[in-house]
């Protein structure tokens, strides 16, 4: 009891250190754990179920679209990588390389993959024949290996999860349609299904993707005022066609290079729904990726009817396609209430004998701690429509609070506090040079995040130089 006790244990509070508030709540939720090895993480069952929720969404998505799942070598030929001036240069920092294996040093060094570009261009190039053979869309679910210095799980971690898709076209029209279309499935899935409001536009030249002609990237601040990237596409021209000779015979009989768009998302998104949803409970997750949607806790289950009813009740909102636990364990309901609210389950319902008495069900909601009773008659539909609501709720809450955070600049003075002080989102007129850039983020720590598609015109001049601008860019700190 005294070890199961220690699950209800002090969360540090986010006003006080948000980054310990999320490390508490990821690690006493069960969600994840750290590996043996430095910077990896163990993704818990609890935290792996969200995950899955989120490959179920993104999954159907693609094949909507045509896009078919495959798996690539994890082991990469340093060669690949160093076709690729550009590419190589942008990953070198973050390789692991295997240099011996069965009990020799190899006549090449293998890349632990880091993304699968130049994997798939090597396939690619061997498969496409014909412009009869375009498009062609492949995705893999699979884990990448980035060594990264500074780790944090879910959110940087020198191993993680993700999608990768890669797509070949006989036109650029049809690549850069593929890697907006891409984009605006990751929007999709950030906003109506984790509940989490996002900045959907292109990247600046310097934060665009290694060896791409234009990234496109959905932003997301967290409750902190820092922005996450929570996905990104790539519209990687011919660049990489021309350097692993992926060509194909045009109707008119000539052979052609292919354009190419590479995307993806990652575990990154479970950090995500963390920071934009928890609160000093613990986890509130949106109903749509909660492993857990409802659980029903009986009350004096000692009493007669209370725990044979609590469990026609899971059954019936199992059938109706709910992911539903009962809880019999012989835990004080209090301890349950706390347990439950800090692992985020989106519905609580309680049954007792008085519950039983009046044909109803007590019925508490984790975004709004709202206590209410549904009748046990068509409890099921009742059911659905609090978890839509729970799941409008969340995103409505996160939207509000983004937006209340984000503060038109004119100058480097109000940038800093609009970041700094009032931690959020700075949006003003950029210059677009990529020295401007650089010299804000050596100063600042303040980086560009997106361009947004829906562009406004609130001035002449760059609010970081002065010089003529260009675009309206939004700013902000990054994890």
């Given at each position: 009891m005294a070890k199961k006790e220690q699950f209800v244990s002090h969360i540090t509070p986010r006003s006080e250190d948000f980054s310990r508030w999320y490390t508490d709540v990821i690690l006493q939720t069960q969600m994840v754990d750290y590996g043996p090895v430095k910077g990896t993480m163990v993704i818990r069952p609890y935290g792996y179920g969200v995950w899955e929720l989120i490959q179920k969404e993104l999954d159907a998505r693609f094949k909507s679209v045509g896009v078919e799942n495959a798996y690539f070598p994890m082991l990469i030929p340093e060669s690949f990588l160093q076709r690729e001036a550009e590419h190589v240069e942008g990953f070198a920092p973050e390789v692991a390389l295997v240099t011996y294996a069965g009990g020799e040093n190899l006549a090449e060094r293998l890349v632990v993959r880091p993304t699968s570009e130049t994997m798939i261009c090597e396939m690619f190039s061997r498969w496409v024949q014909s412009w009869r053979d375009l498009p062609m869309k492949v995705n893999q679910w699979c884990n990448v290996v980035r060594w990264e210095k500074s780790t944090r799980p879910f959110l940087r971690t020198s191993e993680f999860l993700w999608q990768e898709g890669h797509t070949i076209h006989e036109t650029a029209e049809g690549a850069e349609e593929d890697a907006l279309k891409m984009l605006e499935i990751y929007r999709e899935l950030a906003e109506d299904v984790c509940a989490m409001p996002v900045f959907v536009g292109q990247k600046s030249e310097s934060e665009k993707f290694a060896g791409a002609?234009?990234?496109?990237?959905?932003?997301?601040?967290?409750?902190?005022?820092?922005?996450?990237?929570?996905?990104?596409?790539?519209?990687?021209?011919?660049?990489?066609?021309?350097?692993?000779?992926?060509?194909?015979?045009?109707?008119?009989?000539?052979?052609?290079?292919?354009?190419?768009?590479?995307?993806?998302?990652?575990?990154?998104?479970?950090?995500?729904?963390?920071?934009?949803?928890?609160?000093?409970?613990?986890?509130?997750?949106?109903?749509?990726?909660?492993?857990?949607?409802?659980?029903?806790?009986?009350?004096?289950?000692?009493?007669?009817?209370?725990?044979?009813?609590?469990?026609?009740?899971?059954?019936?909102?199992?059938?109706?396609?709910?992911?539903?636990?009962?809880?019999?364990?012989?835990?004080?309901?209090?301890?349950?209430?706390?347990?439950?609210?800090m692992k985020g389950v989106p519905l609580r319902l309680e049954i007792g004998p008085r519950d039983l008495e009046n044909g109803q069900a007590t019925a508490v909601r984790r975004d709004t701690l709202e206590k209410f009773t549904l009748p046990l008659e068509g409890l099921e539909k009742a059911v659905l429509e609090t978890l839509d609501k729970v799941q409008q709720g969340l995103y409505d809450r996160a939207r509000t609070r983004r937006d209340e955070r984000i503060f038109t600049v004119t100058n480097l003075e109000e940038m800093v506090e609009a970041v700094d002080v009032k931690q959020g989102f700075a949006k003003g007129m950029w210059c677009g040079d990529a020295a401007c850039e650089a010299e804000l983020k050596a100063k600042t720590g303040i980086t560009t995040r997106n361009m947004p598609f829906e562009q406004e015109h609130l001035g002449d001049v760059c609010c970081h130089c002065g010089k003529p601008a260009t675009r309206l860019m939004y700013f902000g700190k990054q994890y």
């Open positions: 002609q234009s990234t496109y990237s959905m932003e997301a601040m967290m409750q902190d005022g820092k922005a996450l990237q929570a996905g990104t596409t790539h519209n990687l021209g011919q660049h990489f066609a021309k350097v692993f000779n992926i060509q194909y015979l045009s109707k008119d009989g000539q052979l052609e290079y292919v354009h190419q768009t590479s995307w993806g998302v990652s575990t990154r998104l479970i950090g995500g729904i963390v920071m934009t949803h928890g609160d000093e409970r613990g986890l509130a997750l949106p109903p749509k990726v909660a492993p857990i949607q409802v659980v029903i806790l009986p009350i004096a289950m000692h009493k007669e009817g209370v725990l044979e009813e609590a469990r026609k009740l899971e059954d019936r909102l199992r059938k109706a396609g709910i992911r539903v636990k009962l809880d019999d364990r012989e835990q004080s309901a209090g301890w349950k209430f706390n347990e439950w609210e």
